[in-house]
């Protein structure tokens, strides 16, 4: 069970690192950063070596390498901006239908409302939403139990529900930005009012080498607003996630060629490009940095045949489209996102962020007219999520890959107007399946109300750290000197659901 | 296992592979006891025979080596025990800074008793349960481990090496001691050097035994010069003129040249806009939140101040204090855009966070962030020193001045800091959390202690009224009465426009639309004339009760006219008002007309209301003033709204006052007063790690006790030392630095690999490290090359729609967390909130931009073009091998190899014969291929 540590302290230096570390760090930063990452295996030999016995303190880069044997390789991350009401999604609550209408004081679950457990919160500033509701909210969808494993989905979701024995459902999360800066908060692990962090993405894309260098290694598809719109902040812009469109034409920035150039003078060019680059080295002896300018050219000119090729479903069969409901207009766009991903994943993508209805508060934010809101949302994203975990497991792909459905938090158990529901951050559930988790299983819980967590209560750092976990990263040897990490942006892994 | 030896309860842990488990964590360790003490009544770990950390993967025999305090002990204690109990503060009388004093004990007594861990106190408090017990208090405890290994020297004596030196007094840290200009070294070989600082250097060098690369050649160093200076390479006419100087000083000539260019405050500017983190606004949709309208009037003050050379401590001073200072100079006011930037629409704290932490990062080189919930770690920072630097900034807020010519601060404006909340307390938060105020204390504005070298001097700054009433500045007025007048201007070519289109006779409906078309362009003439009337009397009432408010005696004549002008206003507002119905009536009307039937409806409400509106607008109009009525005052200036209490209405109005706390000028004086050692060390840092792509001090923003001493510490002193007394003019130190052989020495390793051995990261500075071109330099050299670059100064931001087709400078984009412009994104562009250097990746999108994007495709035929027609003046335009030494030479500074020119000519014959070529000519792509070329990226 995380707790918050007893004080914070934004990003004073590390007390762990021994000073003499700071100069050692300089030379072999910079060079670092000039080579990039993703670069596996170019001329890192000399810079990466294992320092000596004498430097045993000394800080050194991430090696690429996992630090333990992985279970998986791959993440695609699904996002869902605004906050889903777990009670209507992965938490059915049916008190909340049985005590519609009243206060919540008047109910048998008037403790939830105890001020010192409420004191998780952290404002940024008082506002008309993220306050709490105290009229509780009947249900506003039937829910059953599905699968083996029984476990209750809402019926807006039918297609995770008909895979529910694929996913472990952790339904005791908790974050404390109770307003949209919690988008951040669960991708960097820190609340607004610290300041700005590298995200999930970005400690995963810096701390593991490549699985293909064809491809960019961590893709962002989708609107993100402007406090969740860069990763790698203190890692460098180098390990922003790289932006993609599902447009096999122009998918990436710079992707193809913006004015008429042929293929074949490309290619006249490209090699001319690495013999002129080759011939300086005779002047410039011992330079890393050309050496990794020369693979970089290498790796972008696979990259603008790849990255289409990924995108390009025709090579898909008509089941497989219509799986992921390219058919159907409600779901299309979502659904191209999850294909592609899943054909990235396969090329050796590492890590796909997505995020749906994002952009200003988000779509899922149902303040009002939740019904008509989530309904018609879940539409959109259910069916290909079913397809891409049904997918994913016949290819084999589910052992290796992990795929995460979140959101920033849940929604209030009262009535916010006539008819939605505010901002939640006391409890709320996410789900996670594969890349080496126990299947159909559900962890943690909150009340009766689904008001707090009250078993395995969950930070969201504590996902983080699962997939850290499964992906063979120990986050505590990706410091970075100058930069404190508190012990809550670690996490704990979630041991209970990893197989 | 357990088992029971006497009052002790033994646990062994000694299983294969020996295995400790703690708080989740694996520890391998050899063998462990973990000995929980029936008297003391608490747990404490002992590696009786450990070989512990160091050991954890030896085999079992090694258990018996005897701990190593340099190696195993010290680190602890320096890592989790100094900061209390050290050089810094000695908590308790304690220190454990040497073997010695921590056998010697604190003022309750011995700490540790050699030989017996359970005696030592030490021990006890590491492993106390009980939080209040436990040493460190703060953070994680030690690791068992750690315990483990501090028990194992315990229990074998608590020995330490005799000679062993304390931790070094924070006084006497180098970055804390007031500069003093060192003497410059003579080294031995005296004929490398060109000035002082090469004589720094050399005597580095041959101490450690390192030979100096050979100079860079002529092309390298021309090249080297401009894009340092003015962050573009040379033109092809630049490049012609000055190849063509012969005298032995073309170099000197040249950088003196390039440092009067006002391209030079360009360039130099956005070092430092990334230093103090310029950023145009950010926020949702169109609600501001981060930064300030119109910031880019900071930006340009930067340039404009760098170009006039305007001696640093000058800028550091109006950065912080120009509202103070001068108080009603605009070009002056435009300096505090610096403190303007900081403007967080929701949270105060937030803001003053930043504000603290970076004015210590940018000016000081101190962390001060790290004293904000607890004394700093390293260095003599409490934490209520910490709340003593908000203090200063604790009054100020931000408004927007109205400039000459512009009376809509929407369109136009000066962002400025000003003091405000005058009254703001400031408190200490416990454990550095907001929820948590000691309101028993309030803060006042100080320093740190140990870098007090005189009684801050706070005063309370009167301002002229000027200031605080902004309004009665002169241009205030005419931008307003230039405002209204071109209103009247527009509205009387109205009038003309209505009146002579030709009367259509016909259609009565026609005709109708065209009457009330008529009626519309006169009422509007008529309201704009009557707002032009309002704008004027009610600056004459206003400049009436200024008059009155002047005149330091009780004057009966100034005051009967203000209450007369005053009346006039009140009227004259009152009869815009009716004017400005009627246009609205005459409005609803035209568009009755024009709708059609089945959307009349709503219309016909719309005119109701408008004519109510009329009707009220008049009957006020018709009701004399009286004492007590007030027109709507002209605004000189508006506070930019905070929403620190509820984010859906702005916070109550922040008036301006007519004195100023003085507190930030106070600062500033501190700042940049000769004897604080921090401020000019700091600053020339931040100017060699630019000229050198690396820096002095490894640590830009932090030169506290954290970082190691830099090898070079005399050679920043003195160049510390040559800032201040050539009057803080950062243009002499440029000419030093750009003078110096040290700077003029080849980026290649080639004919000096003797060094590599001893000095792998160039410490001595042996050569030039090579640079990849920030961001901008990349995009606007490739500009400049094509002739497309358009170097118009200054002025409001690019805005991200336009910046595709624009050719301004990079400088000059619209900079902030909402957008992000993607070919400067993939060269590593500044972070907006934090950039005290910029990362230098070399990454693949990198490769994507320089290939694909429409910027050099588009550029490269032009440049291609260019060469051509330059060729054709003195050779034949048809000789390819001239035009790729040419191109070599402009793009990259290389004199072409004969392998690169046959590799070229190959290539430009490949192209020729290639089938399916588009219109690019081969001499374009071979150009497209050069700004690809490793070294078009890179200042070698």
Known sequence: MSTFPNHRCESCESSLGSPDSMAAFESRRSCLLKMGRGLAGLALGVMLHRESAAAAHAWSPPDGLPHFAPKAKNVIWLFMNGGVSHMESFDPKPMLTKYAGKTIAETPFADTQDPKKLALERLVVPDANGNQRNTLYPLQVGFRRHGESGIEVSDWFPHIARNVDRLAVVRSMWTTDSNHGAQTQFHSGRHRNDGDFPTLGAWVHYGLGSLNDNLPQFISIGTREYWNKRDGYYLGPAHDAVPMRIDPSNPLDFGQPQRPLAAGEQAIGVELIRELNGMRGGLYPHDPALAARIASYELAFKMQRSVPEALDFSQETEATKKLYGLDLPHCREFGAQLLASRRLVEKGVRFIQIQHGGGGAGAWDAHSGLKGNHESLSRAVDQPVGALLEDLDQRGMLEETMVVFATEFGRTPGSQGADGRDHHIFGFSVWMAGGGLKRGVVHGATDEIGFHAVENRHYVTDIHATILRQLGLDPRKLEVPGRKRLEIDYGVPIGEIIA | ?940
């Open chain 2, 1 to 940: 296992m357990n088992h029971h030896l006497g009052k002790v309860k033994v646990r062994l842990s000694s299983s294969n592979p020996p295995a400790f488990t703690f708080r989740g964590f694996s520890v391998a360790m050899p063998i462990l006891f973990l000995i929980r003490s029936v008297t003391v009544g608490r747990w404490v770990a002992v590696a009786v025979l450990a070989g512990a950390i160091h050991a954890s993967h030896e085999p079992l025999g090694r258990a018996n080596e005897r701990v190593d305090y340099e190696r195993d002990v010290k680190p602890i204690f320096a890592a989790r025990c100094f900061a209390c109990h050290g050089a810094l503060k000695q908590e308790g009388g304690l220190r454990l800074d040497t073997g010695a004093s921590a056998r010697r004990g604190g003022d309750s007594g011995e700490a540790i008793a050699p030989g017996d861990v359970e005696s030592s106190p030490l021990i006890a408090r590491v492993t106390a349960e009980d939080l209040s017990e436990r040493m460190p208090p703060e953070g994680e405890p030690l690791e068992p481990e750690q315990a483990a290994m501090l028990a194992a020297w315990i229990a074998q004596g608590a020995d330490s090496p005799a000679d062993e030196k304390p931790e070094t007094d924070p006084r006497e840290h180098w970055a804390f001691r007031p500069v003093v200009r060192p003497s410059v070294p003579e080294p031995a070989d005296a004929g490398w050097g060109r000035n002082p600082i090469d004589a720094f250097i050399a005597d580095y060098q041959q101490r450690h035994g390192l030979v100096p690369q050979v100079e860079a050649t002529r092309a390298e160093l021309i090249r080297r010069l401009y894009l340092d200076l003015v962050g573009l390479p040379p033109t092809f006419e630049e490049l012609a003129s000055v190849n063509a100087v012969q005298s032995a000083d073309w170099y000197e000539r040249l950088a003196d040249r390039l440092l009067d260019d006002p391209r030079h405050g360009e360039r130099w500017a956005r070092h430092w806009m990334d230093i103090w983190r310029y950023s145009d606004w950010w926020g949702l949709g169109d609600q501001l939140r981060n930064s300030q309208l119109h910031i880019w009037h900071w930006r340009d003050w930067i340039v404009e101040s760098l170009n006039a050379d305007t001696p640093y401590d000058e800028m550091v001073r109006l950065m912080l204090a120009a509202d103070e200072l001068h108080p009603n100079d605009l070009d002056k006011l435009r300096a505090s855009g610096f403190l303007a930037r900081n403007y967080v629409l929701f949270n105060r704290n937030q803001w003053m966070d930043e504000t603290v932490e970076h004015v210590g990062k940018a000016f000081l080189g101190l962390t001060l962030n790290c004293a904000k919930c607890h004394d700093h770690k390293y260095d003599p920072i409490e934490q209520v020193d910490y709340y003593r630097m908000r203090a200063f900034f604790e009054p100020y807020h931000v408004r927007l001045d109205v400039v000459p010519g512009e009376a809509d601060l929407s369109r136009d404006g000066i962002p400025r800091a000003f003091d405000g909340a005058v009254d703001a307390p400031t408190y200490l938060f416990v454990r550095g959390q907001e929820a948590q105020p000691d309101t028993s204390t309030v803060i006042s504005p100080g320093v740190p202690k140990l870098l007090a070298f005189h009684e801050l001097n706070v005063e309370p700054t009167p301002l002229p009224a000027e200031a605080w009433q902004p309004e009665r500045r002169a241009w205030v007025r005419e931008a307003y009465l230039a405002a209204a007048d071109k209103n009247v201007a527009a509205a009387e070519g109205g009038v003309a426009a209505a009146i002579s289109r030709p009367a259509a006779t016909e259609d009565a409906t026609k005709a109708a639309i065209a009457d009330a078309e008529r009626r519309v362009a006169e009422q509007t003439l008529v309201a704009a004339l009557m707002e032009r009337r309002s704008v004027k009397a009610r600056f004459d009432a206003m400049q009436a009760a200024w008059a009155n408010v002047d005149d330091a005696t009780p004057n009966a004549t100034l005051a009967t006219a203000e209450k007369a002008k005053t009346a006039e206003a009140v009227a004259a507002e009152r009869q815009a008002a009716v004017a400005k119905a009627n246009r609205s009536v005459a409005d609803v009307e035209l568009r009755l007309l024009r709708a059609a039937a089945d959307a009349k409806a709503p219309l016909e409400t719309e005119l109701n209301t408008a004519r109510q509106a009329l009707e009220e607008a008049k009957k006020l109009a018709a009701t004399p003033a009286t004492e007590s009525d007030r027109f709507t005052p002209l605004m000189g200036a508006k506070w930019t709204p905070t929403r620190f209490l509820n984010s859906t209405a702005d916070d109550p109005t922040v008036t301006f006052a007519p004195q100023s706390t003085g507190r930030r000028t106070a600062l500033a004086e501190w700042i940049t007063d000769d004897r604080n050692p921090l401020t000019a060390r700091v600053a020339v840092n931040h100017l060699w790690t630019r000229h050198f792509g690396a820096p002095l001090v490894a640590t830009t923003f932090d030169f506290g006790r954290k970082g190691n001493p830099p090898a070079h510490v005399e050679l920043l002193d003195w160049l510390a030392a040559e800032l201040m007394e050539s009057g803080w003019s950062m243009k002499h130190i440029h000419r030093l630095i750009v003078n110096s052989a040290t700077y003029r020495m080849s980026s290649s390793i080639a004919w000096r690999e003797s060094n590599l051995a001893s000095d792998p990261d160039n410490a001595g500075w042996w050569r030039r490290a090579p640079i990849r071109l920030e961001s901008q330099a990349v995009r606007d050299s490739i500009l400049s090359l094509a002739g497309t670059l358009d170097l118009t100064r200054g002025g409001p931001p690019v805005i991200p729609a336009e910046q595709a087709a624009s050719h301004r400078r990079s400088l000059y984009f619209f900079h902030s967390n909402n957008d992000r412009e993607m070919f400067l994104t993939a060269f590593d562009e500044a972070t907006v909130t934090e950039c005290y250097r910029r990362e230098e990746s070399i990454v693949p999108q990198q490769a994507l931009a320089l290939t694909n994007s429409q910027l050099v495709l588009d550029s490269s035929k032009l440049i291609a073009e260019r060469i051509t027609k330059l060729q054709e003046a003195d050779s034949p335009a048809s000789d390819d091998a001239e035009f790729v030494r040419r191109a070599f030479h402009a793009l990259l500074g290389i004199a072409a190899s004969d392998g690169e020119i046959a590799s070229s000519l190959q290539a430009l014959e490949s192209w020729r014969q290639h089938p399916e070529q588009t219109e690019r000519s081969p001499r374009a792509n071979l150009i497209w291929v050069l700004l690809n070329h490793n070294d078009f990226v890179t200042l070698r």
